[in-house]
């Protein structure tokens, strides 16, 4: 597991340990990148709904870089709801959640950071909920694909990225989301939920650790052709 935040005490760690949680995950050698909801309404700080989320962008897309080298899938999600579906009363996490409203198809909000190196064989799944695997076709995509790594990066940690990761791995993907390729509105909730996340559900990993393991996957491709 890694190294705990300042905010969480010796006893937290202790009692994480003795419950068992906090092992690594498999990496597999088929890995897909999923980045979830770098559209600029999360990603630009103009936005009520965004934070400024450069460096985040930037690290994305040098996994992005990395995965193109072993033509591994990119995946992109967005949110996005009609004037229909935003006032309707569909959903409900709009009731919760009532600025996601502004949120609209066809907006510039709702398209994707421009800075992100989109290619046009890359799929865009449109999503109505925090996770990228509700109500969506993403987990038959990652099957279909023979997918055995999920990485995971995006916005917001503790809401669209700890969701996704959560029903990543119930679909049966082990996860890794790099820490430099995530983003929060505030610090709080974006450690806790890293902390989470590493404790029970994929690997919190440093950029470069992920960048390294996507490029030996390249050397063994290179070395059997």
Request: aromatic residues 6%.
């Amino acid at each position: 597991m890694q190294p705990l935040q300042s905010m969480y005490d010796e006893n937290t760690e202790q009692t994480y340990e003795r419950a068992g949680f906090g092992a690594t995950v498999p990496r597999g050698a088929r890995p897909a990148i999923v980045v979830v909801d770098l559209s600029r309404g999360f990603t630009e700080a103009r936005w009520p709904t965004g934070a400024d989320l450069t460096d985040v962008v930037a690290a994305t897309a040098r996994v992005i870089a990395g995965a193109r080298d072993i033509g591994a899938p990119v995946i992109f999600t967005t949110i996005a709801y009609d004037a229909a579906e935003a006032e309707g009363g569909a959903y409900a996490w709009l009731d919760k959640a009532p600025g996601l409203r502004v949120l609209r198809s066809g907006s510039e909000l709702v398209d994707l950071d421009p800075r992100l190196p989109v290619a046009a064989r890359d799929p865009l799944i449109v999503k109505k909920g925090a996770s990228a695997f509700f109500g969506t076709h993403l987990a038959a995509t990652l099957t279909s694909l023979r997918v055995d790594t999920a990485i995971i990066c995006g916005a917001t940690t503790s809401g669209c990225v700890r969701a996704s990761v959560v029903d990543a791995v119930q679909s049966g993907f082990p996860v890794l989301v790099p820490r430099e390729c995530v983003g929060d509105r505030a610090s709080g909730p974006h450690d806790a939920s890293l902390f989470d996340i590493d404790a029970k559900y994929g690997d919190v990993v440093a950029l470069e650790d992920v960048l390294g393991y996507l490029a030996g996957l390249a050397a063994v491709e290179a070395a059997g052709s």
